[in-house]
């Protein structure tokens, strides 16, 4: 269905096109369209179809929730557990923007040291102070202890963190019929 309708936007634009040299007026409309999709997105805790992390992969589906270990950071830092990417109001949502780019094209942006990570997912590699980490997660658990009662060996060890997608940009078939009949609304102007 999603092929369908994104064939059928491209066969209005190919209209609007003869009608004009420039789609920029048009693109702006899209654009805007998608941006309000991505708003969504974030308000819903996710709409993908789980299956993949490209703009057409929206769906029904949430993303995964914060894992134990980030929801213990979150609380030694006093952020809020929840939403998933609502940490803080001047984060990633406010760094993503949609914009004509040229008179046929739409650019998606976002402008966040760790926009790509959550948009596709993927390993976080760093070293890490064993004995720092456990007091860390002891005081996060609010017990204050002293380090020299941690029995565990001061000694640094690489540690992997997995970070799920959670595909923000994506547009469902409903975002898709949006987008279509709008545009076809334009033919008309």
Not at 75 to 91: M, Q, V
Not at 127 to 151: D, L, W
Request: charged fraction near 20%; glycine fraction near 8%.
């Amino acid at each position: 269905m999603k092929d369908e309708l994104v064939n059928k936007i491209n066969n209005v634009l190919k209209k609007i096109a003869e009608r004009t040299d420039d789609l920029t007026p048009v693109l702006y409309l899209i654009s805007a369209k998608i941006e309000i999709a991505i708003d969504r997105n974030f308000d819903e805790g996710g709409r993908w179809d789980g299956s993949g992390t490209s703009i057409l992969s929206g769906g029904s589906q949430k993303w995964k929730p914060l894992s134990f270990a980030t929801k213990i950071g979150y609380k030694k830092f006093g952020y809020a557990l929840s939403p998933t990417l609502h940490r803080s109001t001047a984060g990633l949502r406010t760094t993503i923007s949609a914009q004509p780019r040229g008179s046929s094209s739409i650019g998606i942006t976002a402008n966040s040291p760790y926009a790509a990570i959550h948009q596709f997912g993927g390993t976080i590699n760093k070293q890490v102070n064993v004995k720092e980490h456990a007091r860390k997660i002891t005081q996060a658990f609010g017990k204050s202890i002293n380090p020299k009662n941690i029995r565990v060996a001061s000694f640094s060890r690489k540690m992997n963190t997995v970070i799920p997608a959670r595909p923000y940009i994506t547009l469902t078939e409903e975002d898709l019929q949006d987008i279509l009949d709008l545009i076809s609304g334009s033919i008309l102007l």
